[in-house]
């Protein structure tokens, strides 16, 4: 479990990223302008992209090392 931690914690990260976003959602303010959390959705991205990529080097890593 511990080789698999950093993957999950960016996997987690990723998700509550894009589960904020749409609990915030967008609004419209008087002047018209859209007002929206729109550095999650890339945020998110990123993380889940990182969780992926640490999940395939501690697929791939050997835990036997070699003397």
Same mark, same amino acid.
């Given at each position: ?5 950093? =993957?999950?914690?960016?996997? *987690?990260?990723? $998700?509550?990223?894009? =589960? =904020?976003? /749409? *609990? &915030? ?7 018209? =302008?859209?007002?929206?959390? $729109? ?6 991205? &990123?993380? &889940? $992209?990182?969780? &992926? *990529?640490?999940? *395939?080097?501690?697929? $791939?890593? /050997? ?5």
């Amino acid at each position: 479990m511990k080789k698999y931690l950093l =993957t999950l914690i960016s996997f *987690i990260v990723g $998700f509550c990223c894009l =589960t =904020t976003y /749409n *609990i &915030i959602g967008a609004k419209v303010a008087p002047d018209g =302008t859209l007002l929206e959390p $729109f550095y999650l959705i890339p945020l998110s991205y &990123i993380f &889940i $992209f990182l969780g &992926i *990529i640490f999940g *395939i080097f501690s697929l $791939f890593r /050997n835990p036997k090392r070699i003397r």
